[in-house]
């Protein structure tokens, strides 16, 4: 039972490439969550899905894109990459919402040149 | 609006009872959390209280909500060194998706 995992762990950019963050979860949740955290910021939501082929915007959704096609795998993508996008991206799973604990992946370090 | 404050640094010597703070805007919480975020690592549960519970203890943890003031603290005895970490407290929103992350608070404890 790994809970939940991502791909990469670490990863340099050049402005305007595109790559794709995997989070995978073991746990058969149904929520699943992409958050980035900068200092002093604590954690800030970016898009959030509530079950398979669902996705939704959080608090801070530009210049990301995601994708829930499968009910345990939740896909951050960032089409043009920009130096504000450096960040360690986390993504998290729960059984639902509002009450239940979230779970959280190791988190993926992105450093955008 | 939403928001979760904490302070930003604490230290300690170990040993000593750690108190870290927080207070919170929303009303309508749910559940409140405390997660342990080790260097390098992704945030990991410590424990959690019920919004309409006083006060949780769980070994060396003791959580306390202050509903009418919207302060939630979480206590540690004897401090180790162990427990050098960042501290992040979480509220989430009765029947929505939300979880409200505070800024963290970083752990310093001095042998």
């Known amino acids: 039972n790994a809970g939940v995992t991502q791909t990469p762990k670490f990863r340099v950019l050049k402005t305007g490439q595109s790559m794709t963050l995997l989070c995978a979860q073991d746990?058969?949740?149904?929520?699943m969550y992409w958050y980035r955290q900068d200092p002093g910021m604590g954690l800030r939501l970016i898009h959030y899905?509530?079950?398979?082929?669902?996705?939704a915007k959080g608090e801070v959704p530009d210049g990301y894109n995601v994708s829930r096609l499968k009910k345990q795998n939740f896909l951050l993508g960032l089409e043009s990459a920009a130096p504000s996008q450096t960040s360690v991206y986390f993504c998290?799973?729960?059984?639902?919402?509002?009450?239940?604990?979230?779970?959280f992946g190791p988190g993926t370090r992105l450093l955008v040149l | 609006g939403e928001d979760v404050e904490q302070s930003l640094f604490l230290s300690v010597r170990e040993g000593d009872s750690s108190v870290i703070n927080c207070t919170y805007t929303?009303?309508?919480?749910?559940?409140l959390y405390w997660y342990k975020q080790e260097p390098g690592a992704g945030l990991q549960l410590l424990t959690y209280?019920?919004?309409?519970?006083d006060m949780k203890q769980d070994q060396r943890l003791t959580v306390l909500l202050n509903k009418k003031d919207k302060h939630l603290s979480l206590r540690i005895a004897d401090t180790q060194t162990g427990d050098s970490a960042i501290y992040f407290c979480?509220?989430?929103?009765?029947?929505?998706?939300?979880?409200?992350f505070g800024t963290g608070t970083r752990l310093k404890v001095l042998a």
């Open positions: 929303d009303s309508s919480s749910t559940y």
């Open positions: 979480a509220e989430s929103l009765s029947g929505t998706y939300k979880y409200i």
């Open positions: 746990m058969n949740h149904e929520y």
């Open positions: 998290a799973s729960s059984k639902v919402a509002g009450g239940e604990t979230q779970y």
């Open positions: 209280i019920f919004s309409n519970m």
């Open positions: 899905s509530v079950g398979e082929g669902t996705t």
